[in-house]
């Protein structure tokens, strides 16, 4: 069974920054993609940034030149880190994974930015 647990989310002010991690416990295959998603109160979950096993990196317009994601394969685990956040970034993110056509996702962690 595969477990995602989250951690770094919190309360921030406009312009700071924060570092979600998300470590991955179970049978996990090294072909596979991470990510993070958000979901802002009264509004659907959208896509923030995923992260292959190659490397390879997919951005929402909106976190773009803000966020960067990354992983650690010998770890298992990914990160976002997110800068310059403003109060429209303020949601519960959910860390992200697929592997094998199956999605599997964090409980979520809450990101507030507020003066």
């Known amino acids: 069974q595969v477990q995602l647990v989250e951690s770094g989310g919190g309360l921030v002010q406009p312009g700071g920054s924060l570092r979600l991690s998300c470590a991955a416990s179970?049978?996990?295959?090294?072909?596979?993609?991470k990510g993070w998603y958000r979901q802002a109160p009264g509004k659907q979950r959208e896509l923030v940034a995923t992260?292959?096993?190659?490397?390879?990196?997919n951005y929402a317009e909106s976190v773009k030149g803000r966020f960067t994601i990354s992983r650690d394969n010998a770890m298992n685990t990914v990160f976002l880190q997110m800068n310059s956040l403003k109060p429209e970034d303020t949601a519960v993110y959910y860390c992200?994974?697929?592997?094998?056509?199956?999605?599997?996702w964090g409980q979520g962690t809450q990101v507030t930015v507020s003066s």
């Open positions: 179970g049978s996990i295959f090294s072909i596979n993609t």
């Open positions: 992260i292959t096993g190659g490397g390879s990196t």
């Open positions: 992200y994974l697929r592997m094998w056509s199956v999605d599997y």
